[in-house]
Every structure is written in C-alpha cells, then in structure tokens.
C-alpha cells in the first residue's frame, strides 16, 4: 500500500502544481481502484488529500503575486458555503452515480477549454459587475460539486477564473490552487460527521502520505508550469480532463448498466459457487 500511495501522491502533486487542478481528478479513482477503499470514504480522504497538497503548491504562486484575491474571495467563499451543502447532499447520491456525475462534468469542462479563446496574458483591468455575480454563481455551484463528488474542483475553477474572470492561465493556476485548499478543509471536516460506519472509516495513514508526497510533486509541478506557454497549459489541461473522464465512464458505466440488465430481467442474476 505504501508504494501506490508514493506514487499516487506524486502524480497528484505533479498535477496540482502544473495545472492548478487535476489532483481529485486522480485521487478519488487512485483509492477506489487502486487501494480499493469505499467509494465514501474514498471522497473524504480525497478532500483531506487534495486540500493539503494545494495548500502546499499555492506557496510558491504566493510569493510570485500570482494570486487574483477579489476571485479567492468572490470564488472561494461562496464554493465553500456550497461544498458544505454538497457533502450533506451526498449521503443521498450511491458511490458508482458520484463517479459517474464527476466523469459528466469534466467533459463538459474540457469542451469549456477547448472552445475558449486565445489565454490572456495579463490579469484583467475592466471587470463588470456581470463578471463578478458570474464568480460568485460559479464558485457556489462549484462548491456543491466539490461536496457531492469529493473533489477540489479546479477542473471547474481554472476554466472559469478563465473564461468568466478572464484571468492569465499561470495566475489562474495560483488562484485555483488557494480555493481548492479552502473549499476542500470545508468539506473534509463536514464528512467527518457523515463518515460513522468501519466501512466508511477513513485511512489517515493513507492520507498523511499521499499530502506529503504530493507537496513535494506540487513543487516540482509549479516549476515545470511557469515554463509552459500559456495556451499550451490550457490545451494539456482539456486533453487531461478528456482521458480520465474515458475512463471512468467506461469503467462505472458498464458496470451500471450490467446492474440495470439484471434489474429488469434483459440478463440473469449470476451467484459465486464452490468450483470444488
């Protein structure tokens, strides 16, 4: 176990440093698959996970000043509030359809990117009022969707500090990371009071390492990033949100629909017998 945590923190931490997102987008299918934990507690030690890396990787934006603070508040108080109801929201939502809503979701975010224009290269100067209420009703939906489906979203965040707050790709990245750390303590702790059962036990042994391994690949992520062109981020961040949202839709769809067959009678229930 202590390898593919290793492992997995570092490509978190890589990831979150480099693009400012993408570290839930590994994490809850790196401990539902492969250290087989609960798909709940999975979304859980996700939050404690990728808001502890991002705490990490927003250091080294910090000292560069590239941080937008009006988006950090009018963002991430509102996606804070938002990911308080999400994670209450959840305990109503199955693991499997949690998956399935997160994999939606990032297609969407993807096309978000890809259709985007040219990435600007200086922080704004004429925000409108528009601008601004856009923020805010993007970081409270982004909220909710941080509490239903355990993740940081800076998948959603980066593309709208983008698209909406018409912020450079680099300081989107910054900006993104400092919301994420926000909204994901916020939510982590409210699980905590949802998380009750041994089959939804948390494994902070888990988590301490994959935050430790991952600051350290958040680092070296937030390095590599400021040497990438601007629109190049932005098209590796669209292409990264396209391949893992393949796979879990593969991976969680056809498992419902094979549940679905047996459901309505198209295919029968099959139970495990003793070969011997």
């Given at each position: 176990m202590l390898i593919p945590s290793i492992i997995g923190g570092l490509l978190i931490g890589l990831c979150l440093g480099l693009l400012g997102s993408g570290g839930s987008?590994?994490?809850?299918?790196l401990l539902v698959y492969l250290l087989e934990h609960d798909p709940k507690s999975a979304v859980g030690e996700s939050l404690a996970i990728v808001g502890g890396i991002a705490l990490i990787a927003a250091i080294r934006p910090m000292f560069q000043r590239c941080i937008d603070w009006p988006s950090v508040v009018l963002f991430g108080v509102p996606g804070v509030g938002g990911t308080v109801v999400g994670v209450w929201g959840s305990q109503f939502i199955n693991g499997e359809m949690q998956l399935l809503i997160f994999a939606v979701v990032m297609l969407l975010a993807a096309g978000l990117m890809l259709r985007g224009g040219k990435a600007s290269a200086e922080p704004p100067t004429d925000r409108t009022p528009r601008d601004f209420i856009l923020l805010v009703l993007e970081g409270l939906f982004v909220g909710v969707l941080t509490g239903v489906v355990g993740v940081g979203g800076g998948f959603l965040i980066v593309p709208a500090l983008v698209l909406f707050g018409r912020l450079p790709m680099k300081m989107a990245v910054g900006t993104s990371l400092l919301i994420i750390a926000l909204k994901s303590g916020a939510g982590f702790l409210k699980s905590l009071d949802q998380l009750t059962t041994d089959a939804d036990a948390m494994n902070l042994s888990v988590v301490a390492?994959?935050?430790?391994?991952?600051?350290?690949?958040?680092?070296?992520?937030?390095?590599l990033g400021s040497r990438i062109p601007q629109q190049r981020l932005k098209q590796i961040f669209a292409i990264f949100l396209l391949v893992m949202a393949g796979f879990i839709l593969i991976r969680e769809g056809g498992a419902l629909v094979a549940i679905d067959d047996i459901v309505s009678g198209r295919a029968p229930a099959t139970e495990g017998v003793d070969s011997n």
């Open positions: 987008i590994l994490t809850v299918p390492t994959f935050i430790l391994i991952g600051g350290v690949g958040s680092l070296i992520g937030g390095s």
